[in-house]
Structures are given as C-alpha cells and as structure tokens.
C-alpha cells in the first residue's frame, strides 16, 4: 500500500489563482481530513469526511472547498489565493467506522506560497 | 471547543538524558490523547496514544501519563538518541467526534 499520497510537493501561486491540492488513499479508510500547518501554531483542521458524499467544516474552513466522490479521492480546492493560504497542508485518513477514536494516518504534505 | 495547550516549544536535551513534554487540555469530555512525531519534511506519524481509562501507557522508551483530574497529559522519552529529534504533537478529543484538536509543538533536539 503507498498509504496518504498528496500531489503537488509544492506550489507557488498568485494572488487570486485557483488550484487543487489532491490527496488519494490505498487502505479503504472512510475518513479523511485536512490540515494545514503554520509555524509554531500545530495543525488546524480545515475539512473532514466521514464517508463518500459526505464532508464537513473543520476550525478553518474560510476560503477553501472540498468534495469527496470515491472512499479514496479527498480533492482540497483554493478559489481566489491569498497569502495567509501560505502554509504546509496535510491530508489525513482514519481506518474507523464507529468511536473509539483511532489512528490518523498522514500524508506527505504540500508546501504552498502564494505570493 | 477543545483548546490544547503544549509546553516547552523547544528542548534541547543530550544523548541518553530524558525528555519531558506536557500539555493540558481545556475539555473534560475529551478521552482519547494521542502523540504524534513529525520528522523533517515528513507528515506527522502517530507513536504513543492513550484513552481517558488508562493513567499511564509505555512502549519501550516512550510512556504518556494522563492526569484526567489535572487535564493534562505528559509524553516522557527516556535514554534519547540522535533518531528521536523532531517535532512532537499531542493532540486529545472525545472519541465520538472526528476532529483532534493538536498543541502547537515541540521541537526536540537530541546532542551527541
């Protein structure tokens, strides 16, 4: 299995640009999460799955998109760049169906500056 | 919401000596705290988590504590090599719900 995979590595945008972060997981995790990580201020959540057809705001949510059509695929969407978007960006899955809470397994971020 | 806080930032500590990380946390509900290790340029991997029915957890050279009255839980490393620097998360949550809340870091640097 090659686990979280996230595309691009990195990016430079503009400000106004759109783009798509996306993020695709091998292990038929129903949950799926993205973060976003700026110096010094650990990970914020920006949105999260909990099954195919289903997405919900996180604490961050202001300025982004998501949509979730397969188990596998959790596309973040940027419409208008900004450059407090500036920031590394997580996508995460989680094996649960039900509680107890488990194990979020991450991918390998993208680092994105908009300038 | 859940509101984690984590302390020190940073620590710098030599080969062999132990590491300390605490954080406290701000919701009682929260039951579940898990410990994540972010290596340079790498995503956060999860390491050490325990629930709120538990007060300690070891494996190996790592344990976590959890003090439920207090709210806080604590990440000890001990006999720290070279391999253990990075940047540790904690994180807690109630299990029922999807969404950690995480510290902000610390960055650990192991000297030889």
């Known amino acids: 299995n090659a686990g979280v995979t996230q595309t691009p590595k990195f990016r430079i945008l503009k400000i106004g640009q759109s783009m798509t972060l996306q993020c695709t997981q091998d292990?038929?995790?129903?949950?799926m999460y993205w973060y976003r990580q700026d110096p010094g201020m650990g990970l914020k959540l920006i949105y999260y799955?909990?099954?195919?057809?289903?997405?919900d705001k996180g604490e961050v949510p202001n300025g982004y998109n998501v949509s979730r059509s397969t188990t596998e695929d959790f596309p973040l969407r940027l419409e208008l760049a900004a450059p407090s978007q500036t920031s590394v960006y997580f996508c995460?899955?989680?094996?649960?169906?039900?509680?107890?809470?488990?194990?979020?397994?991450f991918g390998p971020g993208t680092r994105l500056t908009v300038t | 919401g859940e509101n984690v806080e984590q302390h020190p930032s940073t620590l710098s500590v030599q080969e062999g000596d132990s590491a300390v990380i605490k954080c406290t946390y701000s919701?009682?509900?929260?039951?579940?705290f898990p410990w994540y290790k972010q290596e340079l340029g790498k995503g956060p991997q999860l390491i050490i988590d325990?629930?709120?029915?538990?007060g300690e957890k070891k494996d190996q050279r790592i344990a976590v504590t959890l003090n439920k009255t207090a709210k806080h839980f604590s990440l000890h490393i001990t006999e720290t090599q070279p391999e253990d620097s990075a940047v540790y998360f904690c994180?807690?949550?109630?299990?029922?719900?999807?969404?950690?809340?995480f510290g902000a870091g610390t960055t650990v640097t192991v000297r030889a």
């Open positions: 799955s909990v099954g195919a057809g289903i997405t």
């Open positions: 994180a807690a949550t109630f299990d029922r719900d999807y969404k950690l809340s």
């Open positions: 995460a899955s989680s094996p649960n169906t039900g509680a107890p809470q488990g194990e979020q397994y």
């Open positions: 325990i629930r709120s029915n538990v």
């Open positions: 292990m038929n995790h129903n949950y």
């Open positions: 919701d009682s509900a929260s039951n579940y």
